[in-house]
């Protein structure tokens, strides 16, 4: 691993460079003003993070170094024989920002299927929990039983310099990354399939080995994953997940405290348990009007009712994007090329017809068009994974990619600990009636 490891560090310096001349010479530029509006509604629009590893555009979606997600699936090196790109690729691509040869991607394969070992106890914290747990509760529960294993934390205690602090949450966030799918699919074995598990095949790609312990031997499952590992790992700084992982990480917290805070973001119905959400909301309405492809005039007429109940159409809307979700379209061309008869694949591109018009008509959405959790379960479903409990944890798996080669990054680059200002109403009323800003 040294290979990679080198090739970050020699990055990260070069980068570190830049960033003190662009302090020195512009850190007074403005960067944009901030309104009252703002600051009680949830931040959007203000510009506060770095993230290094991928740029939202709200019109045309995810860039990951620059790369769209069509690009990506064009240059990342593919598994034998496949189509969709390795997730490896992309996370040497997010820590690196060069696209990788196929021997580096199998280089970062192999490291991940040698350090992927997961002990004993942490298997036992699982079992500890009740089987009815939700899988994201025993997933962050096995993520901080893993902590006990945190280089960082020990290097810490031990004294380090903080020019080191890079090499500990780079060596924790290989270790993490590679142990997350055996963790993940004891989980779902253990929950669904009456603890009948399945042991890691090494000689597997990561999102392959996954499928398999998970139960999916079935090649285009085996690309499913890839695809669906890769298109879910990053999304810029400020969603939940990542923003909860860069702030952990920023007071000094090992990479497994700071992924597991991270992940209880994700678990929350506005972000990543909406995909569990879209597939029961389908199924309550093919329930509902007894029919397993309902028609567009009724599926019209079940969005109308969820709104009227004061509840969100689950996977529309986006708090940046303003366009259709690439990450949809993707998975949409997934299922176009390998189950365009699913009858929920077909209500999802139903519903992707009816949805827009109606959401916008309200008038205070502000993007109509769908997220990536849009379609997700759809495909899971069409392969028999069909217990959408567990889909926030694959969407889990995946943003650590992404959110833990950001953590290296933020150390790598020193970022300082965050800590922005807030302001109480009391402090808002002085500030509008004096106009100006008041002092605390
Ligand atoms: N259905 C119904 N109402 C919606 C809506 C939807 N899909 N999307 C937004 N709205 C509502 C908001 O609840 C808000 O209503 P109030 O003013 O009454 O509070 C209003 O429209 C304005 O919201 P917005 O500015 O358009 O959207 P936000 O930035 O506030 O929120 C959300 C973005 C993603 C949270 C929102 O669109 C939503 O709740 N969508 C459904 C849940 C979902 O799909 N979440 C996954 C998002 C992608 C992701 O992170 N995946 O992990």
Known sequence: MGYVKDRFKAKADEQNKEIKSIIEQHGNMVVGDVTLA??????????????????LDANEGIRFRGFSIPELREKLPKAEGGQEPLP?????????GEVPTEEEVEHISETWARRSHVPNYVFDVIEALPVSAHPMTQFI??????????RF??????????????????????????RLPR?????YRRKYKGGDHIQPDGMLDW????????????ESFKELMRLYLTIHSDHEGGNVSAHATH???????????????????????LHGLANQEVIRWIEEMCKELNSDQPTKEQIADYIHKTLTEGKVVPGYGHAVLRKTDPRFTAQMEFAKRHCPDDPTVKTVWNIYEVAPPILESTGKIKNPWPNVDAHSGALLKHYGLVEEEFY??????????????????????????????SITTEWAKKFVTAGEKVPE
Not at 38 to 55: D, W
């Open 38 to 55: 703002q600051v009680y509604q949830g931040m959007r629009g203000i510009t506060g993070l770095v993230t290094e590893t991928s740029l």
């Open 88 to 96: 490896e690729g992309l996370f040497y691509l997010m820590l690196i």
């Open 141 to 150: 529960a096995a993520i901080l039983a893993l902590q006990t294993q945190s």
């Open 153 to 178: 934390a020990k290097a810490y205690t031990e004294g380090i310099s903080k020019k080191d602090h890079w090499n500990y949450v780079y060596e924790d966030t290989m270790d993490l990354i590679a």
């Open 392 to 421: 926030t944890v694959l969407f889990g798996v995946s943003r650590a990619l992404g959110v833990l080669a950001s953590l290296c990054w933020d150390r790598a680059l020193g970022f300082p600990l965050e800590r922005p200002k």
């Open 207 to 218: 999102s392959a080995n996954f499928a398999h312990m998970l139960g999916f031997d079935e």
């Open 247 to 269: 702030l952990v990480g920023s007071a000094l917290s090992d990479p497994f405290l700071s992924f597991a805070a991270g992940m209880a973001g994700l678990a929350g119905p």
């Open 183 to 187: 963790v993940a699919a004891y989980i």
